[in-house]
Every structure is written in structure tokens, then in C-alpha cells.
């Protein structure tokens, strides 16, 4: 195997995930790096900036050694971030706290405040986003609230994306996707959203400068290069958010794919020739990160983590088993589910554990296993919580239809991905065929795929694509009989939830 090669970065919240690819895309070598999320208060989820680096300097560091003609051949480097974080910084782009991540809830109070000036609908018709205290600016505003002291100090607020850039090239700069993230962007103009700006009383000049994420910004620093070996020579490009580097990774960025990220959590997203809006804002709009596409796209209800909580409060025999080298405990615990008519024989499992993002963003919403009986068993509610989480899906994907899409297919990657039966259920709840990438854990290959393109190893996002994404071989394709059963119980699992949203929103928080 012979260079050029590239190197995609994954920056997530558990750890970095550095992968160096070859021209022709095939994976030569990846180094994953570990590192901690602090939880200092309830709704509270924070992260030194500086894990990241130090992750990114041992990962590529590691990475070097698998390449025979020396770090000259490495091209390019690009970036894969978790989105939705926020980390303020002094002039000298140092943190003056730990970053708020995307798991951080305690700027409720700041988004409160925001939507007595301007409405939800305002706010998502200006953004594509929802007034959410998830999104970036929230956090923002809290620091300026609640640490006054820090925010006097403050110079640039980025997401994670633009402070590992900084670190790499020494440039502050912004893609479009990361930038939407911070909920200030105006997705159609790809601008500052000037009247989001205004009611929340952000000074723009302490914002990245917007870019493209194919944009080649420079060679890395010299301290970047001491620091992981690299040859000073080597290309940084912008980057992307890590939703958008998976779903690129996925090979989907052409109008009418969609991308099921199929993890703790499923974000879904789908590529779209234009923005657009869902009426009942279920789906939000932000940049892909191809530049020349959009991303219509729920960020993700709680739906693999639904399953590993089954199997590790209800599934003791599976466990000892694997543990014993008898085969995969989800395999087993999945196995007699199987055998389970399609729609569980009317039970139904709400994938609400910690709210809800299907049918409809509610944080008060509970998860609930609806219909049992004697005649019931645990294979059956296995099944039911497998089909609450495509049931959750066909929301998500009928939203992105209210939009404008026209929904051809689906691609599923991460964990989610590896189960057979909950890809054949999803095809079947959907009526959509479902193909799975020969890599499932596409948010690296995603980020490399950029850096092909900034650092000049491919002509186009499309030509990197087919060099660098690959399917297995077999597709699931919905059976029409079990589709019509589905929305039957598609139906069904709609109207507990509605019944039920009154009991939500009347328990308190954790009840």
C-alpha cells in the first residue's frame, strides 16, 4: 500500500477516534483515545478542550507509525466534532472554563429568556434549529448570566470543531454545519442570522469566521507538528460536524438518502438539494457538510441505549454467556424476538427514556411499555422496544417528507447497524429498502473525506465518496404484508403516546 494517505478525525464526548485512510480509501490503521465527560450538577456535562488535543496528538502520533514512506505522504487532516458544544475562549484562544457539551441542560432558564423575545417559530424559520437549550448559544448566554466574571474575559466563543482547527492551523474559523449548530446561523444564506443575533445579544465578532468544510485553511502549526510527528507540510481542512461527517461517511449527500446514525442515541438525517422547513418542527435544517447540500435532521432520540439498558437490567443469562464466550449478548437477547409476529401482538414501547425527540420534542416524556398481557413475553417486549425505536424513525422521516424530501432510502450505521432483525424491522415499519456501509463507524471516514478534498487528493465530494465508501452486498427490502401490519401498529404506538403526553406533562422531572 503506498500514499498519498489522509487522516480523519472523530472528536467525540467519550473519546477521539483518529483514522489514516489511503487515496483509494481503504482504512489503513485508527487509534482511539479515551477520555472523561465531568458531570458537576445535575443537567450539567463538561469536558477540558484540551482532552481533545492531547487525544488528537497521541492518536495521530500512533498513526504515523503505520506509514512506511513517512509522515511527507500524509496529505491532508480534517475533522469529524461533536456538535452542540461551547467553549469560551480568551484572545489568546485559551479556555477560561471547562466546554459545556452537547449533553449540557442547565441553560434552560437562558432559553426561556430568548423566547419571550422571539417565538419558537421565529427562531427555527430564522435558524432551521429549534429554541432548543441543547443548541451551543444557550450555553453561551449562560456563562454570561451565571459567570459574569469568566465572560468578561471572553474574546471568541466557538464549538469544539473550531477550537481543535485552532489548535491544528492556528486559524479561527467555522464550517457552515458546526456553525449551525451554535443555533445563529441562517441555513438558506449560510450568514449570521441577524435578527437570532439580536435577541440574544451575542457580539459577532467573538463568532469563528464562516467557511466551507472542504476549505483547506493551511498547514498545520509548527507546535502541532512537533507535537504528533507530522511533516509541517500537511494540509488542515475545516471540517464538519460529527452528525454530518457520519452521514457523508455513509455515502449519503445525494437529495432523498438518509442516514440513520444508530447509536446510544439515533440521529437522523437526510440529504436535501435546498433547505427546508418541517411544520411541526420536528426536523431541524442545517448544512451538510458537503458544501453544496443541506441536512434535514432529528438529532436523535435514545434508542441503542434502550437496548443496552434492557439487556443490562433484564438480560443476566445473555451476559454471563457472552461473558463466557458463548456468543454476543445482544445477539442472544435478540435471537427469540424474532419469532415474535411483527407488532409484538399489541405492545407497544414508547423509546422515551429521557424524553423525547419522536413524535415530537418533549423532555417530559417517560419511556412506557403499552398493551402487556399474560400472553406476553420477554421476547415479545425485546421485539416492542426494537419497533418503538422504528416507529420513532418513521416520525422522523415523515417530518423530513412535511419538509419538502422525497425519501428514497435508508442507510444505517453505528452499533445499530450490526443487528439483522432490527434492519429488516426498520425496512418494514419504513417501506424503505436499507443498506448498511461496510464500515458502520463513518464519522472518521466522513472527516477524511473532506480532507481528500481540501488538500487536493480528490477533485470532488462525490469522486472521494466512491473511493472511500463501500456497501454490503445484501439489502433489506420491506415486505408489503408486514408493512401494511406495521402502520397499523405505527398507529397505534402515535396514539399512546398522545393519550399519555397530559400524564407527562403533569409529573415532575424524574418521577
Not at 118 to 126: E, G, M, Q, T
Not at 352 to 377: D, I, K
Request: aromatic residues 8%; hydrophobic residues 45%; glycine residues 10%.
Amino acid at each position: 500500500m503506498t500514499g498519498p494517505y489522509v487522516i480523519g478525525c472523530d472528536v467525540g464526548s467519550q473519546g477521539t477516534n483518529a483514522a489514516l485512510y489511503a487515496a483509494d480509501g481503504r482504512l489503513v490503521a485508527s487509534a482511539y483515545e479515551p477520555y472523561d465527560v465531568s458531570y458537576p450538577h445535575p443537567t450539567w456535562a463538561e469536558q477540558d478542550p484540551r482532552l481533545w488535543t492531547a487525544a488528537l496528538y497521541a492518536g495521530i502520533a500512533r498513526l504515523l507509525a503505520e506509514v512506511p514512506e513517512g509522515p511527507s505522504a500524509v496529505k491532508g487532516l480534517s475533522f469529524g466534532s461533536q456538535l452542540d458544544g461551547m467553549v469560551v475562549c480568551d484572545a489568546g484562544g485559551e479556555p477560561l472554563r471547562p466546554a459545556m457539551i452537547w449533553m449540557d441542560r442547565r441553560a434552560e432558564p437562558q432559553a426561556a429568556a430568548v423566547a419571550a423575545k422571539l417565538s419558537p417559530a421565529d427562531f427555527y424559520h430564522h435558524t432551521g434549529a429549534n429554541l432548543d437549550s441543547s443548541h451551543a448559544v444557550f450555553k453561551a448566554l449562560w456563562v454570561r448570566d451565571q459567570e459574569p466574571e469568566v465572560f468578561a474575559k471572553a474574546v471568541h466563543l466557538m464549538p469544539p470543531g473550531s477550537y481543535v482547527l485552532r489548535e491544528a492551523a492556528g486559524v479561527l474559523a467555522v464550517d457552515w454545519s458546526n456553525a449551525s449548530s451554535l443555533a445563529l446561523l441562517d441555513p438558506r444564506t449560510r450568514a449570521w442570522s441577524a435578527p437570532v443575533v439580536d435577541a440574544v445579544g451575542i457580539d459577532p465578532a467573538m463568532l469563528p469566521e464562516l467557511a466551507p468544510g472542504t476549505q483547506a485553511v493551511g498547514p498545520v502549526t509548527r507546535a502541532f507538528a512537533e507535537r504528533t510527528g507530522l511533516s509541517p507540510d500537511t494540509v488542515v481542512v475545516v471540517g464538519a460536524g460529527d452528525e454530518m461527517a457520519a452521514t457523508l461517511g455513509a455515502g449519503v449527500f445525494a437529495p432523498g438518502e438518509v442516514c440513520d446514525v444508530a447509536g446510544t442515541a439515533e440521529p437522523v438525517c437526510a440529504a436535501s438539494a435546498a433547505p427546508g422547513e418541517d411544520p411541526a418542527m420536528l426536523v431541524e435544517c442545517h448544512p451538510h457538510a458537503d458544501p453544496d447540500v443541506w441536512l434535514l435532521e432529528n438529532p436523535g432520540f435514545v434508542s441503542g441505549g434502550n437496548l443496552r439498558w434492557w439487556r443490562d437490567q433484564f438480560a443476566p443469562v445473555e451476559r454471563d454467556a457472552e461473558a463466557n464466550g458463548q456468543g454476543d449478548a445482544y445477539d442472544l437477547l435478540t435471537g427469540p424476538a424474532a419469532e415474535v409476529p411483527p407488532g409484538a401482538e399489541g405492545l407497544v414501547f414508547l423509546p422515551c427514556m429521557q424524553g423525547a425527540m419522536a413524535p415530537e420534542w418533549n423532555g417530559a416524556a417517560r419511556g412506557v411499555f403499552y398493551g402487556l398481557t399474560l400472553a406476553h413475553t420477554r421476547a415479545h417486549m425485546t421485539r416492542a422496544l426494537l419497533e418503538g425505536s422504528a416507529f420513532a424513525l418513521r416520525d422522523i422521516l415523515e417530518g423530513m417528507g412535511s419538509a419538502g424530501l422525497d425519501v428514497r432510502r435508508l442507510t444505517i450505521v453505528g452499533g445499530g447497524a450490526k443487528g439483522p432483525l432490527w434492519r429488516q424491522i426498520k425496512a418494514d415499519v419504513t417501506g424503505l429498502p436499507v443498506r448498511v456501509p461496510t464500515s458502520v463507524e463513518t464519522t472518521a471516514t466522513g472527516a477524511a473525506i473532506l480532507a481528500a478534498v481540501g488538500a487536493g487528493v480528490h477533485p470532488s465530494v462525490a469522486e472521494a465518496v466512491s473511493a472511500f465508501v463501500d456497501y454490503q452486498p445484501d439489502e433489506h427490502v420491506p415486505d408489503p404484508e408486514r408493512h401494511q401490519r406495521y402502520t397499523e401498529a405505527y398507529h397505534r404506538y402515535r396514539e399512546v403516546y398522545f393519550a399519555l403526553k397530559p400524564v407527562f406533562e403533569r409529573s415532575e422531572p424524574g418521577r
